[in-house]
Structure formats: C-alpha cells, structure tokens
T-cell receptor, first 116, second 112 residues
C-alpha cells in the first residue's frame, strides 16, 4: 500500500514569491494535515482538511492557505514568501480527523522549502 | 505551544545497548504517538498508545503510558546503528481539533 506522497521534494523560491506544495494521502484516508518544521522551532501544526473542508488551522498568518480536492489530495499555498518560511513542510493523513483514540497520523517525506 | 517534552534531548549509546526516551505532557490526551525522523526527512510512525492503555510492544519497541504522571517512555532494546535518528512524541489532546502536538524530540546516536 502506498504511503503519503508529497511533491516537490525540494523547492527554492525568492522572497515575495508564492509556493505551492502538494500531498496525496494514503488510499482511504479522508483527513490531511500540514505541519511546518523550521529549524529550532520544532513541528508546528498548520492546517487540517477533512472531506474537502478546512477544519482547523494553527497559529499562522492568512498567507498560509490550502485546499483539499475531491480525491482527498491537498495543496498548501504560501503567499508573499518570507525568509523565515524556509522549513520542511510535512503532510500527514488519517482515516478520520475527529479527535478520538483512532486519530493515527501517517506522514509523507516532506517538501524542503528554501526562501532566498 | 509545546505539549510534549522529550528527555533527554540527546542520547549516545553503543550498538546492542537499550535506549530509553521519556516524554511528558501537560493536558488530558486521547492517545500518544511516537515517531522517528532520519536526518530531516519525513516522520515514520512507530506506535500509538491510547489513554486507556498502559503498555504496548512492537518488535524491539516498548512504550509505556502513565496518565496520572502525564508521561510516556519509549524503550528500544538491542539498539542498532540504523536506529540513529530523532524520536518525537506527539499527543492527540482531548478536545483538540485533530492536530497532534509534538515535543522537540530526542536525538539518538547509536555507535557501531
């Protein structure tokens, strides 16, 4: 069974540009989560999508946005890139997004975004 | 905000030894999950332990959970050089909206 996939592996952008990151969940999973792992800041929750709807977002500005498509894949958009957006962006998926004992999240390999 | 705090921050052992990592958290949880990350790559899911479970095993891994102390431990027995990685605990907080809250991780180095 294929795991969570993300593309691209690496992305280099300049300040002010926009970045689009993509994620395909494990087959059968309806929930997709985005996390940012910046140096020295640990893993921070960004966004949660379930059944095509944004269910929750972390403490990030509105220039971080995304969507989930009917096939449950998702994309994360970061507008007006800043130097501190440089990080590893990780996508995870689970069967259900409800906060219950079965919210087991499986992660993809990540996209390394570098902002110059 | 950080919910889980792993300890130690770094651990260096010889191949064949056991490695124990601890995680403490602050609020009530539905479950706690342990992950491994190799050199800034994706997270590998190791084990999930539910709040009503006290111990769980998976191969060379043993996880315990003490909800009264709000702590968990991950034991890797007979460690191998390939176990060298960062290990994170993540809590699914009761009443939260789906996201996991991660600790800062323990960096394990297993020397051959």
């Amino acid at each position: 069974e294929a795991g969570v996939t993300q593309s691209p592996t690496h992305l280099i952008k300049t300040r002010g540009q926009q970045a689009t990151l993509r994620c395909s969940p494990i087959s059968g999973h309806t929930s997709v989560y985005w996390y940012q792992q910046a140096l020295g800041l640990g893993l921070q929750f960004l966004l949660w999508y379930d059944e095509g709807e944004e269910r929750n977002r972390g403490n990030f500005p509105p220039r971080f946005s995304g969507r989930q498509f009917p096939n449950y894949s998702s994309e994360l958009n970061v507008n007006a890139l800043e130097l501190e957006d440089s990080a590893l962006y990780l996508c995870a998926s689970s069967f259900t997004g409800t906060s219950d004992p079965y919210n087991e999240q499986f992660f993809g390999p990540g996209t390394r975004l570098t902002v110059l | 905000s950080q919910q889980g705090e792993e300890d130690p921050q770094a651990l260096s052992i010889q191949e064949g030894e056991n490695a124990t990592m601890n995680c403490s958290y602050k609020t009530s949880i539905n479950n706690l999950q342990w992950y491994r990350q190799n050199s800034g790559r994706g997270l590998v899911h190791l084990i999930l332990i539910r709040s009503n479970e006290r111990e769980k095993h998976s191969g060379r891994l043993r996880v315990t959970l003490d909800t009264s102390k709000k702590s968990s431990s991950l034991l890797i027995t007979a460690s191998r050089a390939a176990d060298t990685a960062s290990y994170f605990c993540a809590t699914d907080v009761r009443g939260s909206q789906g996201n996991l809250i991660f600790g800062k991780g323990t960096k394990l180095s297993v020397k051959p």
